[in-house]
């Protein structure tokens, strides 16, 4: 069996709509797993949070300690 991770939409009669059609060989029928994220007040970071955040990264981004993109896939690829 092969996993496949997509992202999609849950609608008011609880059908789900795929963000992006599966691209596969065939027709066939599939087992779907729904994983539903639970959302808490925990959860949602707070307005300080997201300024102190920005504030961070825009000083990173200003003193140079930023990495370039393409090292941040290194050491995840599958050989």
């Known amino acids: 069996m092969k996993a496949l991770k997509v992202m999609g939409t849950i609608d008011e009669q609880g059908q789900i709509t795929l963000d992006q059609p599966l691209v596969i060989d065939r027709n066939s029928r599939v087992e779907v797993i729904v994983l539903i ?43």
Do not use: R
């Open 37 to 79: 994220p639970e959302i808490t007040d925990d959860d949602e970071p707070s307005q300080a949070d997201l300024l102190e955040d920005f504030k961070q990264a825009w000083h990173e981004a200003m003193t140079d300690q930023t990495i370039p993109a393409s090292q941040l896939w290194e050491g995840l690829e599958n050989d």
